[in-house]
């Protein structure tokens, strides 16, 4: 990469952009769990996560934020 380009980092992880993209389909922790293979906790974990880099205290605010950013799309 050549000093004069900028490319941002990412604020979430790949993973919990993953389970904010199947959580505005509508799915449950349980279903996302089940679709990526890993626990229920875990899924949890990623959405708590996500929402403490967001600053926000619910996963609705958390997708309208993400929405807002453009990371994620409806």
């Known amino acids: ?19 904010f993209e ?4 509508d799915k449950t922790t349980k279903d996302i769990a089940q679709e990526l ?10 959405i708590s996560n996500a929402m403490q880099k967001l600053g926000v205290k619910g ?7 993400l929405l807002r950013m453009g990371e994620l799309k409806l």
């Open 1 to 19: 990469m050549k000093d004069n380009e900028f490319k941002p980092k990412q604020l979430l992880t790949k993973r919990e952009k993953e389970v």
């Open 22 to 25: 199947l959580l505005v389909q």
């Open 37 to 46: 293979f890993i626990s229920e906790k875990t899924v949890r974990n990623h």
């Open 59 to 65: 996963r609705s605010q958390a997708v309208v934020e």
